[in-house]
């Protein structure tokens, strides 16, 4: 069993579509982090969370650490919100532990 | 800031071969991590280093290896290329161990 599993692995919405994608971990955490991944490889950190839950624009990703679970949620989807979304978890090692990522299609 | 920049952006190299990917952290940033992402899969940790010191490994053989440059720049070299060893390598730099990473858009060696 990985240590960070994604759920779906595969999304398609239609465009102005409320998205919400989860992640559950099974290890003690420091901090849990949402990152979005381009075609070209690229990967642009979204959220880091260690408790409660975070804002930015149209993103809010939250977190339940007694559930050691998180969601993040997409409002007001939009074609360029396509692309991979990855959780990691971070631990007392400081390494990035990796879910294989959710991969998002908004159609217009 | 100029973020994290990755060289080359894509290479090809043949079994057996030795290959150098390198990566400049963000200014101010002493800390840097490689990932190895392999295709339709997460990345997983090579190492990270912390201030010139390697500062943890994941399950990765020797020939992989590293180093970091007094301006906190990384290489990573890989010996003896293998097949399998075609991905997407991505660097992380970091503000200290613990604190949010910056990535870098990866280099993308295919192995044949």
């Known amino acids: 069993k990985n240590e960070v599993e994604q759920s779906p692995q595969n999304l398609t919405a239609q465009e102005g579509e409320f998205i919400t994608i989860n992640c559950s971990y099974s290890?003690?955490?420091?901090?849990l982090h949402w990152l979005q991944q381009h075609p070209g490889g690229g990967i642009v950190s979204l959220f880091m969370l260690s408790s409660g839950k975070k804002k930015h624009g149209r993103l809010i990703a939250t977190i339940n650490i007694q559930e050691k679970h998180s969601s993040l949620h997409i409002t007001a989807s939009h074609p360029r919100d396509s692309a991979v979304y990855i959780c990691?978890?971070?631990?007392?090692?400081?390494?990035?532990?990796f879910g294989k990522g959710m991969k998002l299609t908004v159609n217009p | 800031e100029t973020g994290v920049t990755q060289s080359p952006t894509h290479l090809i190299k043949t079994r057996g071969q030795q290959v150098t990917l390198r990566c400049s952290s963000q200014?101010?940033?002493?800390?840097v991590s490689w990932y190895q992402q392999a295709l339709g899969q997460g990345p997983q940790f090579i190492f990270q280093y912390y201030r010139e010191e390697e500062n943890g490994r994941g399950n990765f053989p020797p020939r992989f290896s590293g180093l970091q440059f007094p301006n906190y720049s990384s290489e990573l070299n890989v010996n003896a290329l293998e097949l399998d060893d075609s991905a997407l390598y991505l660097c992380?730099?970091?503000?200290?161990?613990?604190?949010?990473?910056?990535f870098g858009s990866g280099t993308r060696l295919t192995v044949v």
């Open positions: 990691a978890v971070q631990g007392g090692s400081e390494k990035l532990v």
């Open positions: 200014s101010g940033h002493n800390t």
């Open positions: 992380a730099s970091s503000l200290e161990t613990g604190t949010g990473y910056t």
């Open positions: 290890v003690g955490i420091s901090a």
